[in-house]
C-alpha cells in the first residue's frame, strides 16, 4: 500500500485489491491532482474526489466512508472507528481495512491513530508522512503522537 507515482504499479495495485482495473480518466485524474495540490498547500480544507468502493467488502466500504468523515484537523481511534460501526471488538479489523485504502489522503485514514494518540501503520512504515498530514491539518503533534494539550483522541 503507497502512494504510487508509477501508474502501472497504482493500477495493478488497484486491480488486486478490488479484483477489477480502474477505469481511466484523465479528467478525473486532473481534477483529484488539482484538489490534492490545493489541499496540500493548504488551500482547500476537504478533498471532493469522487471514489468507487464498489470492489471492496461491505465492511471495508463502511471502514472507508467512516473515515472519509473524520473532519479535517480531529482524530479517531481505532477502537471508536470500531464502535461507530457497531462492532465495538473490531479495531484491529479497522486497521486492517484502512491499510488496503486504494486511495491515502483522498479518504483520510492518516486521521485514525491509536487509543493513546499514537501514531501507526500509514502507507507501510511512512509514520512521518501521516505526522506531516496532520500537522498540516493543525493536530499538535509530538514525535510520533498526538501531542499533549492537542485535543482528545475519540
Known sequence: MGLATEEARF???IAEQVGRRPARSPQHLQEARRQLEAYL???QRALEVE???SGVSPFHRAVLEAARRIPRGSVVSYG???RRLHRPR???AVGQALAHNPVPVV???HRVVS???RLQGYLGD???LKAKLLKLEGVPMAGDRIAVGGGRVS
Request: glycine residues 20%; positive net charge.
Open 90 to 92: 473490531a479495531g484491529r
Open 11 to 13: 493500477v495493478r495495485r
Open 80 to 82: 471508536e472507528m470500531a
Open 107 to 109: 479518504i483520510p485514514c
Open 126 to 128: 511512512r509514520i512521518g
Open 41 to 43: 498547500r493548504g488551500e
Open 115 to 117: 487509543g493513546e494518540g
Open 51 to 53: 471514489v468507487d468502493l
